[in-house]
């Protein structure tokens, strides 16, 4: 009989590189005109000086990718309740993008490279420039964020639209032969170009659970998640300006998620030792840092929660999406454990912090076990069993 094993996450029981920190590689990228603050705000979210931040297009030349903590005040109170000697945040990959121009989509500028690069990713931040400052140029000699969003937007849906046309005549061959699958995507082709030659973004476009995955293989630039970044000048860091708010009525026709931050003040705050980083914020009428409101807003658009794992020699914080079941959550920390699942013993986050622990939450009876069919909730604090 194989051996049931108890596993809260301890990389001394697998393998160490088989672990992950984040559904599939995910990475968020951060896109926009070129002067408009990707590479300033980059360097300040990933505290590295890893993108050259310059008063010219294209300073960006190579994908720039930086990997970030997600923040999470749980996790502390976890991990003082378990003695655990290590914290182990989850993780978040951002990737500055070289700068779009437009014409991108035939190639204009750095255009297919950046087209390339955004392809794998799995959602877009566009930085929209919403300040003025004549020190700075703008690569169309004015400031207007919905033009600059409406520019980089075209490009993507003109991509979009070259690379459906040139794979429909291929399915519908098949299509015609019999070929389920072909017809299956054939009608996804067809529906995505009534949008996409109508101005709206692939995302529109109206599928069930049967046919994402179709969907998918697409690989649609306009149909991945978005999020508009309004940079601000540090006086409207707070509750945004005319401008910003502009963006915000737009974001509602498009499907976006908007977050305001002051790539200013991150540069600024990146630079700061950790324990005078909140006095700074305070001083500016701020509450937390730009990088905390921008996760929330990704973890939204893309449906994302976390769940702990606490033992004596780490709390950890692992991402996992909505609706996702116990086996699904266990294969986050190793393919073996979603394999093997037996169940999983859960406690609330809440429940553990008032009882104080494993323990006493046991002796209460709010520890469960869960099965196979259980789906996660946000917090959640789990024990895998499984077979190995």
Request: aromatic share 6%; with cysteine.
């Amino acid at each position: 009989m194989k051996p049931r094993i108890d596993i809260r996450a301890d990389p001394n029981q697998v393998e160490a590189n088989s672990f992950r920190s984040f559904p599939m590689g995910f990475k968020m990228g951060i896109v926009g005109l070129p002067n408009v603050g990707k590479s300033t705000l980059f360097n300040a979210l990933t505290r590295t000086a890893a993108a050259q931040a310059a008063n010219f297009p294209f300073c960006t030349i190579e994908p720039n990718v930086g990997e970030v903590s997600v923040p999470d005040p749980r996790l502390d109170k976890l991990a003082a309740i378990g003695k655990s000697i290590n914290v182990l945040p989850a993780r978040m990959s951002f990737v500055d993008i070289a700068g779009l121009v437009k014409g991108a989509s035939q190639g204009e500028g750095l255009g297919n490279q950046f087209l390339a690069n955004i392809r794998e990713c799995d959602a877009i931040a566009y930085v929209l420039r919403c300040f003025e400052d004549n020190n700075i140029i703008h690569v169309a000699n004015k400031v207007d964020p919905l033009a600059d969003a409406e520019v980089v937007e075209t490009e993507l849906m003109l991509a979009d639209l070259e690379s459906l046309e040139k794979r429909r005549a291929g399915v519908e061959k098949k299509a015609k032969g019999g070929d389920k699958d072909a017809k299956l995507t054939l009608d996804l082709i067809d529906r995505a170009l009534v949008l996409l030659r109508d101005g709206k973004s692939a995302r529109f476009v109206k599928r069930d659970a049967e046919e994402e995955r179709a969907f998918g293989e697409l690989q649609l630039l306009t149909s991945k998640p978005a999020l508009y970044v309004c940079n601000v000048d540090e006086g409207s860091a707070e509750s945004g300006n005319a401008m910003s708010r502009q963006v915000e009525d737009y974001a509602k026709g498009h499907d976006a998620g908007v977050v305001i931050i002051s790539a200013e003040i991150e540069s600024q705050l990146a630079q700061l030792p950790d324990e005078e980083q909140a006095e700074y914020l305070e001083s500016l009428g701020l509450h937390e840092a730009g990088l905390n409101r921008l996760i929330r807003e990704a973890y939204a658009l893309l449906g994302l929660q976390t769940y702990f794992t606490v033992g004596p020699k780490e709390t950890r914080a692992w991402t996992i999406h909505k609706g996702d079941k116990a086996p699904a959550a266990a294969g986050v920390i190793h393919s073996d454990f979603e394999r093997g699942f037996i169940r999983a013993q859960t406690i609330g986050y809440e429940d553990f912090v008032t009882l104080g622990g494993e323990v006493p939450a046991k002796e209460a009876g709010k520890a469960r076990d869960e099965g196979k069919e259980y789906v996660v909730k946000d917090g959640d604090v789990m024990l895998f069993k499984f077979n190995t």
